[in-house]
């Protein structure tokens, strides 16, 4: 009688130990990780490309960031030879459409990248600037999505303003379940190559990363929700990730 106790005891504290292990990737545009080594680095959500008079780049964010040796992107938006791959390549017709499609609602002018601007802030304070995957890297994807793109689902420019403007108003509430899983029903294939096998194809390098120095980590608003979202990939490896709330 007296074991059984203890094993029903045991269980009780193992249930409640795991219960406090779990972690809620819901909301936050804003992570610390903690490595094993005990580094700290950051993780922050971004948008790539918005409307600048309707927000701005958190002021958490960019405290964060001045604290870290290096800012890592998407790929090295410094380095002309990837930009020259990228800025050649033929994208896939949804990707430039729905580019098209905020053109034409927004004056370019008033429009701004998250990116550019932590790069300028990361070249101020002399930061180090790497990217999580090369141009090739990355077109290797775009190309495999291309091969599955129907041009019969082709969406009208209102649909993808009415996509952009909902994941902007999630984005503002830092709702990174939302966007995910709404982008997973809506474009189940785009998500499964261009967002979650690129997460896959990252976390090596990010481990490696935060491991040696501190670092930004700055990636598109998709990538971070989900079961396959860098978040819960870190988690799943045993880092420790803490919300920093604007």
């Known amino acids: 009688m007296k074991k059984a106790v203890i094993l029903i005891l045991i269980f009780i504290n193992l249930i409640s130990c795991s219960k406090n292990d779990q972690v809620d990737f819901d909301t ?8 094993k080594s005990g580094t700290e680095s950051f993780i922050f959500s971004t948008i790539h490309l918005y409307p600048k008079d309707e927000l701005e780049i958190a002021q958490e964010a960019i405290s964060s960031l001045k604290k870290c040796n290096t800012l890592a992107l998407e790929f090295n938006m410094l380095d002309s030879l990837e930009l020259q791959k990228i800025s050649t390549y033929k994208m896939p017709k949804s990707l430039s459409k729905g580019y ?3 053109l034409s609602e927004y ?3 008033e429009l701004s990248s998250m990116e550019i601007q932590l790069i300028e802030i990361a070249k101020k304070y002399e930061l180090k600037i790497i990217g999580l995957e090369s141009a090739d890297e990355m077109l290797a994807n775009l190309d495999k999505f291309k091969e599955t793109e129907d041009s019969k689902k082709e969406k009208s420019n209102q649909m993808l303003i009415e996509n952009f403007q909902m994941a902007f108003k999630m984005y503002r509430e830092e709702n990174i379940h939302g966007i995910k899983k709404n982008m997973s029903q809506d474009e189940p294939t785009m998500t499964e190559i261009i967002v979650d096998q690129r997460n896959k194809n990252w976390i090596e390098d990010i481990i490696k990363t935060i491991e040696k120095e501190k670092t930004f980590i700055a990636v598109g608003m998709a990538h971070f929700g989900g079961e396959n979202g860098i978040l819960n990939l870190l988690h799943k490896e045993g880092f420790k990730l803490e919300r920093i709330k604007n």
């Open 28 to 35: 936050g545009n804003l992570w610390k990780i903690t490595s």
């Open 100 to 102: 098209s499609a905020l």
């Open 107 to 109: 004056d370019p002018k």
